[in-house]
């Protein structure tokens, strides 16, 4: 049993920052995969960005050069930090993660740019 909570939406204006974060509880030990994932109104679910348990990062083509994903092992914690937003960034935003032997998702956060 695994939990991903996701935390740090809200409101900004276009050209600010936010820092998304992602807290995992439960049978966490063998996590091979987390990333985050978004989702806006009539669009498909998308990658935004995903790290290894090497930490090997990739990022979708959007958020290339401005967000930046990274983890606190030790405080089980999963974070993307979003810098110059735009407002076609505005999505609910999931955690992901592949922990052995299942796949398991956040409730989601909603981010908002205004122009």
């Known amino acids: 049993q695994v939990q991903l909570v996701e935390s740090g939406g809200g409101l900004v204006q276009a050209g600010g920052s936010l820092r998304l974060s992602c807290a995992a509880s439960g049978s966490i030990f063998s996590i091979a995969v987390m990333g985050w994932y978004r989702q806006a109104p009539g669009k498909q679910r998308e990658l935004v960005a995903g790290?290894?348990?090497?930490?090997?990062?990739n990022y979708a083509d959007a958020g290339k050069g401005r967000f930046t994903i990274s983890t606190d092992n030790a405080k089980n914690t999963m974070y993307l930090q979003m810098n110059s937003l735009k407002p076609e960034d505005t999505a609910v935003y999931y955690c992901?993660?592949?922990?052995?032997?299942?796949?398991?998702w956040g409730q989601g956060t909603q981010v908002t740019v205004s122009s």
């Open positions: 790290i290894t348990r090497g930490s090997s990062t």
């Open positions: 992901y993660a592949y922990i052995l032997p299942g796949e398991y």
